[in-house]
């Protein structure tokens, strides 16, 4: 199965996309991830985005897509994938459509508070980036990471000024994503206010396993 996640910062997207990706055996992709890669490996594609960042530009929706696009081609991706941070804008989400693939869109629904309260207390390991919740899921030991050790740090984007415009960007440009998706009648909404266990629960409910296990035969 074919998946796209959708919901403000903090919505709990990347913590369910992980515990997606294991138990159904596809991977999560993100944008920014595959950026970093090409630019690491100085792929073509890498080269291309490098010298736009590096020249203060945006990167345009049709190198998004296109380094989208090469990132599904690879054989991990054959029984599936979760897409989290792509599309943002209308415009990507047309182009994604033109290529044909079938997904399911995941819409995160969770209010504002609670989105403050989850990012501000956020915390992530400097070495392995494991993430944490000082109030939800805080760390064995204060400041160090369970799984290495390392140092646990706040992210400059957790911090409550940036919090705040990071949602009106996601109000203003990736919200209209909802309406656009429900037109196309692909879209589910999920509850993600709650532990994330609980919504793993609800999601493999939503999405059995077997579906994609036949799909795959």
């Known amino acids: 199965m ?37 630019i690491k490996n100085q792929t073509e594609l890498g080269k291309k985005v ?14 998004v897509l296109e380094i989208v696009e090469d990132r599904l081609k690879k054989d991990d991706c054959k029984n599936g994938f979760i897409l989290d941070g792509f599309p943002r804008t209308i415009p990507q989400a047309e182009a994604f459509e033109k290529l044909g693939i079938d997904v399911k869109v995941v819409n995160f629904e969770v209010d504002n508070d609670l989105i403050i309260a989850r990012l501000s207390n956020r915390r992530v390991c400097k070495n392995c980036k494991a ?31 940036s919090i705040t415009h990071r949602l009106e960007v996601y109000r203003k440009e990736t919200e209209p994503l909802i309406e656009f998706y429900k037109k196309l ?10 532990d994330s266990s609980l919504v793993l629960v609800d999601f493999k409910k939503l999405f059995p396993i077997t579906l994609k296990l036949s799909s795959s035969v």
């Open 2 to 38: 074919n998946f796209i996640f959708l919901g403000p910062p903090g919505a709990g997207k990347g913590t369910l996309a992980a515990q997606v990706s294991e138990e159904y055996g596809i991977p999560q992709i993100s944008t920014g991830d595959i950026f970093r890669e090409n």
């Open 50 to 63: 490098k010298a736009i960042l590096d020249s203060g530009g945006l990167v345009s929706d049709e190198v």
């Open 131 to 161: 993430n944490y919740n000082v109030k939800f899921m805080p760390p064995k030991v204060e400041g160090k990471c369970d799984k290495c050790g390392g140092e646990l740090f706040t992210r400059e984007d957790d911090k409550l000024e």
């Open 185 to 194: 009648g692909k879209i589910t909404d999920i509850d993600s206010a709650r």
